[in-house]
């Protein structure tokens, strides 16, 4: 804030901060305090306490500079906003953003009235966004892909540890973050790589459009990832395919590349034993029992994946790792993949009617 600053700050967010929060630079005669004055305009320099301040440990909420001492401004939450996907170190090469606040927000908590001028929009929430991405059709971040599109969804951002079932039900503008163990999650958004445990089970209604994140903030591509032992049910049918897609805008299509994919893993023989699986680390597959189901994946189509996580490995539209063959497969289509459309791991697993469209290797 430079020589002479008044006015009012409130509902402020500053996030991803590395040192300081507010630096205030040669102080004027202006009055500085967390309460709000009922006169005195604009001698006076109100920044709210219920503002949050956020960044790495360690930060400073208000500095001085120069012949500034800033009496009156110590106080700011300095808290985590809750944000749905905003990277630590945010800057021009960050691969995707959203900074809408989730539904846990504490943005939504203690929210300053607005000045009563008939210019401020009276809202519930600190901060520049909360369910509206405004800048989601116009803005540079839209135009390089940075942003999701405006998607009704259930953010998933957790494992899957029990039984739970994803279904196209109609929710409400809002979106949220559950839990996931025995919930019925509505429109999922993948914002993470989810893994299903061993011993859940994930059954996903026909009709569902499952959509996808290009990052997760930490430079991993969400996917979904069947463990050995867990099994998931995606059974639609040709009037009602279940999809698997990306966030970003219509616009941007057809595209490879823009999220990860799904990999199913399994317990049946592969060759030289255990492997670790393409695309994730630290998860293996293989074993000895060649019956085994995983489930069903019936009319699933996976369009736009592929994302490159390092040299050389990269997400597979479909890939099956160690399937046995209890597992059914059939009428899948994998489509703008950036690696491999199907890409089977040893196993005993059988495929039938199975598409591949426009992939950019096998």
Known sequence: LREGTGGEFGNIIVTNVPNVGVLQNDCSTETRTHTLPSSGEPDYLWFSSNNIIYGANGITLFENQGACVIDGLSDAINSDPGLVLMPGTADFDSKYFDPRPLSTSIAYDNVDSSPPDGFFTT???????????????????????????????????????????????????HRYLRALQGNLIENPILIDQIFVSSGAALTISAGTTVRSYADNGAGLAPALIVLPGATISAVGTASDPITFTTTLDIVHHPDRGLWGGLIVMGNAPVYQGTQEVEGITGQTYGGNDATESSGSLEYVRVWYGGSVIGENNEINGITLAGVGSGTTVRYCEVAFNLDDGFEMFGGTVNLKYISVLFVGDD
């Open 123 to 173: 809202v519930d929430y600190k901060g520049a966004f909360s369910t509206e991405l405004w800048v989601g059709t116009w803005s540079w971040l839209e135009e390089q892909q940075r942003i999701p599109g405006d998607f009704d969804g259930t953010f998933v951002k957790d494992d899957i540890t029990s039984d739970v079932t994803w279904s196209a039900t109609s929710i409400s503008r």
